[in-house]
C-alpha cells in the first residue's frame, strides 16, 4: 500500500504501476470517488479502470463559466456519447457531426437506416399563429443592404388545428428586410407572389405589375395544357417555332 502524507507533502509519486493504483472512497468496498491509473495515465471519476485520460461514470460533470471566459474548450476535438464518441463529434476544423466521427462539412449527420430526421419542436400547448421552426442564411457582406439574413425557410402555424404553411423568403435587391416569395400551404396550394393561394398554383404580380411564366425550349415546343372537367380532353397552348400563338386540342407542333 501506499501512504501520502499530505500535511508534508506538496508532491507525491505513485511508483506502483496498476489499475487503480490509488483511489479515494467512502469504504473499502464501494466505487472509488477518485481513482488513479498509474499503468495507463488515467484519472477515473465513479470508476476504478478509466478507459480515457479522464473517465467519468455515474454521474454528470457540469462545466460553468463566465461571460468573458469559456466554459469548456477542446483544442483538438470533442467526442460526446457512445462508444467511440459518435453521437456527437466536434472536429478541429469546426465541422460538427452527428452519427460520425468524420464530418465533411459543417453539419454532417450520418445514420443507418430511416433515423435521418432533423425535428423542431414547439412546446406552447396553444399554437395558432407561432412559427414552428425556421432555416436562416446569413451573410457578411459589406455592400450597402448586403448583410445579415439574406433568405429564409419557415414553418408557420395558420390556425389552431394544427395548420401550417412553408413560407418561403427571401431580402430584395438593396434591403434588409426579408420578404415572402413563396408559400405552401396546409392544403397544398402553392402561392407565388401571394400569400393566400386559391388553387394548386397562384401566381400574382406585385401591385400594378403584370405576371409572366416563361416556359423554354427551343429545340422543341413548350406546351401549357389544360384538360377539361370532366370529359378530361387536352386543351394545349404554345408558342411555334415562327413565335406564333398556336391554340389547338391537339399535339405541341413546332
Same mark, same amino acid.
Given at each position: 500500500?501506499?501512504?501520502?502524507? !499530505?500535511?508534508?507533502?506538496?508532491?507525491?509519486?505513485?511508483?506502483?504501476?496498476?489499475?487503480?493504483?490509488?483511489?479515494?472512497?467512502?469504504?473499502?468496498?464501494?466505487?472509488?470517488?477518485?481513482?488513479?491509473?498509474?499503468?495507463?495515465?488515467?484519472?477515473?471519476?465513479?470508476?476504478?479502470?478509466?478507459?480515457?485520460?479522464?473517465?467519468?461514470?455515474?454521474?454528470?460533470?457540469?462545466?460553468?463559466?463566465?461571460?468573458? +471566459?469559456?466554459?469548456?474548450?477542446?483544442?483538438?476535438?470533442?467526442?460526446?456519447?457512445?462508444?467511440?464518441?459518435?453521437?456527437?463529434?466536434?472536429?478541429?476544423?469546426?465541422?460538427?457531426?452527428?452519427?460520425?466521427?468524420?464530418?465533411?462539412?459543417?453539419?454532417?449527420?450520418?445514420?443507418?437506416?430511416?433515423?435521418?430526421?432533423?425535428?423542431?419542436?414547439?412546446?406552447?400547448?396553444? !399554437?395558432?399563429?407561432?412559427?414552428?421552426?425556421? !432555416?436562416?442564411?446569413?451573410?457578411?457582406?459589406?455592400?450597402?443592404?448586403?448583410?445579415?439574413?439574406?433568405?429564409?425557410?419557415?414553418?408557420?402555424?395558420?390556425?389552431?388545428?394544427?395548420?401550417?404553411?412553408?413560407?418561403?423568403?427571401?431580402?430584395?435587391?438593396?434591403?434588409?428586410?426579408?420578404?415572402?416569395?413563396?408559400?405552401?400551404?396546409?392544403?397544398?396550394?402553392?402561392?407565388?407572389?401571394?400569400?393566400?393561394?386559391?388553387?394548386?398554383?397562384?401566381?400574382?404580380?406585385?401591385?400594378?405589375?403584370?405576371?409572366?411564366?416563361?416556359?423554354?425550349?427551343?429545340?422543341?415546343?413548350?406546351?401549357?395544357?389544360?384538360?377539361?372537367?370532366?370529359?378530361?380532353?387536352?386543351?394545349?397552348?404554345?408558342?411555334?417555332? +415562327?413565335?406564333?400563338?398556336?391554340?389547338?386540342?391537339?399535339?405541341?407542333?413546332?
Amino acid at each position: 500500500s501506499t501512504i501520502i502524507d !499530505i500535511r508534508q507533502l506538496a508532491t507525491t509519486t505513485i511508483s506502483t504501476s496498476t489499475i487503480n493504483a490509488f483511489s479515494f472512497a467512502n469504504s473499502s468496498s464501494s466505487i472509488p470517488l477518485l481513482s488513479f491509473d498509474t499503468l495507463n495515465a488515467r484519472l477515473g471519476v465513479g470508476t476504478a479502470t478509466p478507459g480515457s485520460l479522464l473517465s467519468v461514470q455515474a454521474g454528470n460533470v457540469q462545466v460553468t463559466g463566465t461571460t468573458t +471566459s469559456h466554459a469548456l474548450v477542446a483544442t483538438s476535438t470533442l467526442m460526446v456519447g457512445g462508444t467511440t464518441g459518435s453521437s456527437l463529434y466536434v472536429a478541429q476544423s469546426g465541422n460538427v457531426g452527428i452519427g460520425t466521427t468524420n464530418p465533411d462539412q459543417k453539419l454532417h449527420i450520418s445514420h443507418a437506416g430511416a433515423d435521418g430526421t432533423i425535428r423542431f419542436e414547439n412546446t406552447q400547448t396553444t !399554437i395558432t399563429t407561432e412559427g414552428y421552426g425556421s !432555416i436562416e442564411w446569413e451573410g457578411q457582406d459589406g455592400s450597402s443592404n448586403a448583410n445579415g439574413v439574406r433568405a429564409e425557410l419557415e414553418v408557420l402555424a395558420t390556425g389552431a388545428n394544427g395548420q401550417a404553411d412553408f413560407r418561403f423568403l427571401s431580402a430584395p435587391l438593396g434591403s434588409v428586410t426579408l420578404a415572402e416569395f413563396m408559400r405552401i400551404t396546409s392544403s397544398g396550394n402553392v402561392g407565388i407572389g401571394t400569400t393566400s393561394p386559391v388553387g394548386l398554383l397562384s401566381v400574382q404580380g406585385a401591385g400594378s405589375a403584370s405576371t409572366t411564366l416563361i416556359f423554354g425550349g427551343k429545340a422543341n415546343p413548350t406546351c401549357m395544357t389544360w384538360y377539361s372537367v370532366p370529359s378530361g380532353l387536352p386543351f394545349r397552348e404554345y408558342v411555334n417555332d +415562327s413565335g406564333v400563338k398556336v391554340i389547338n386540342a391537339g399535339q405541341c407542333m413546332p
